[in-house]
Nanobody, 115 residues
């Protein structure tokens, strides 16, 4: 059973930084893809960044240049470093994992950026 647990969210002032983490438990295929998504109140869930097992990354334009996605622990820990945070970054952040042809989601971690 694959499970994802996010952590690292919280309240931060505009201009500050946060590092989100996502821990994966269970067996995963060596070729996989992980990503961070976010959902603000009243809005659809949107991609923030994603990374393949080969290390290829891509970012949403809204976070490009001030965020970095990375993996560690044999690919079973996912990070999102976010800098220069803005109030519009306020959302619930979710990690996901595509492996063995299935898509898994964590329960999310709240990020609130105050102005």
């Amino acid at each position: 059973q694959v499970q994802l647990v996010e952590s690292g969210g919280g309240l931060v002032q505009a201009g500050g930084s946060l590092r989100l983490s996502c821990a994966v438990s269970g067996s995963i295929f060596s070729f996989n893809e992980m990503g961070w998504y976010r959902q603000a109140p009243g809005k659809q869930r949107e991609l923030v960044a994603r990374i393949t097992s080969g290390g290829n990354t891509n970012y949403a334009d809204s976070v490009k240049g001030r965020s970095a996605i990375s993996r560690a622990n044999a690919g079973k820990t996912l990070y999102l470093q976010m800098n220069s945070l803005k109030p519009e970054d306020t959302a619930v952040y979710y990690c996901n994992l595509l492996t063995w042809g299935s898509l898994y989601w964590g329960q999310g971690t709240q990020v609130t950026v105050s102005s």
